[in-house]
């Protein structure tokens, strides 16, 4: 196929999960299911043919919403896999379903495979899932939309153009290492050009338990990680202060003790991602070049999901190109990689040498199990 034919293919795309909009009553996520077809409705290269949901409802609402007249609705995805014969496939369902349906869309023959995140609870069903699909040479990509935002594509710009020199260190904060670290753990490669990691030491307090996703998560934990380059990057979870004045019903607004999302320390200045409290800059820079902070100008999606549909245009594209997508499986399993060496290093009480081994399950459930 030459590619001005290929920039005219009509991508025949099917949706398992539909689930409800993130407004509607008895919601439980963000509705990414909406966010992933109104994507593909925006190439003006794919047609919905599909949609699988368990809820015979949900499923229809969804095809009334992103699809035509001739979008078929099923409550099983084996059926519609077989019946629809989707060449693309975006999987939003709970992460303990992902790999068996990622690895039935490989075996189906399905083109390319766009699957929420986090992979998997356990590290066995992440590899399998990416070893699936480099057997039957399916594209497959997971949802770390962030790559695409603006307040991180603006920090990025600014490390590679030196403004705060060479970058020494990553800082993280956030909920867990698991459902949100997801997302930190790909940022970290994100801002360290690709480069891979060593090693990881951590530690978790499984005291109490948090879950998401029907994954349990630790309280608050600790990683250090070692890149081949030198840097360094660390994540806190769950480690809150509060934050201003108690609301009306009388919770207590909390915020990341660390004082922001995320900071990138560098040989010559300090930026700052998500500053939470009274200076609520997304972005601030401290340098040589003005005194205090500085509110850089900020390039890239403004809303989450304008970023999910920029992660979807790039997969398309790369269905024609051949190009490696900037939401690749090789991208997401490194940071995968990195929440199992994390929860194994707490686990043994041990720094943990990468590439992980011996690691099938997820040895944070093993501590809790353990207790």
């Known amino acids: 196929m030459t590619s001005a034919k290929a920039s005219d293919h009509t991508y025949r795309v099917a949706v398992i999960g539909a689930g409800r909009p993130r407004s509607q009553t008895g919601a439980t996520g963000f509705g990414m299911s909406h966010a992933h077809a109104k994507g593909y409705t925006a190439t003006g290269r794919c047609r919905l043919v599909a949609v699988a949901d368990v809820v015979a409802d949900n499923a229809t609402a969804f095809a009334h919403e992103h699809g035509d007249a001739e979008t078929v609705t099923f409550t099983d995805y084996h059926e519609m896999l077989a ?12 992460p303990h379903l992902h790999a068996e349906m990622v690895i ?17 609870p356990t590290w066995g069903e992440a590899r399998r899932m990416a070893e699936a699909c480099a057997t039957s040479g399916t594209q497959l990509t997971f949802n770390h939309q962030r790559r695409f935002e603006a307040p991180y594509r603006t920090a990025r710009s600014l490390v590679r153009a030196g403004a705060i020199g060479d970058l020494v260190q990553v800082e993280l904060a956030c909920s867990n290492l698991f459902d949100w670290g997801t997302h930190w753990f790909d940022m970290l490669f994100f801002y360290v050009g690709e480069t891979p990691a060593s090693w990881v030491i951590a530690q978790t307090d499984t005291q109490t338990l948090t879950s998401a996703f029907a994954v349990n998560m630790e309280n608050q934990g600790i990683a250090l990680v070692g890149f081949e380059s030198g840097v360094r990057g660390f994540m806190t979870t769950g480690d809150t202060v509060p934050d201003g004045a108690p609301r009306a019903d009388g919770t207590q607004p909390r915020r990341e003790a660390l004082g922001a999302m995320q900071r990138l320390v560098g040989t010559g200045g300090v930026i700052e991602v998500g500053v939470r409290g009274t200076y609520n800059a997304k972005v601030r820079i401290l340098n040589g070049d003005a005194p205090g902070w500085q509110e850089p100008p900020l390039a890239g999606a403004d809303h989450f999901e304008d970023a999910i549909g920029a992660g979807v245009a790039d997969l398309i594209a790369c269905l024609d190109n051949g190009h490696e997508p900037e939401l690749s499986v090789h991208k997401a399993i490194r940071g995968t990689e990195l929440i199992f060496a994390s929860y194994e290093s707490s686990r043994t009480r041990s720094r943990i040498a ?5 690691v099938e399950g997820n040895p944070l459930h093993e501590i809790i199990a353990s207790r």
């Open 83 to 94: 019946s629809a014969m989707p060449e693309v496939v975006s999987i939003c369902t709970w």
């Open 104 to 120: 039935a869309c490989a075996q189906a023959g399905v083109r390319a495979i766009h699957c929420e995140k986090p992979m998997a």
């Open 354 to 358: 990468l590439p992980l081994t011996g």
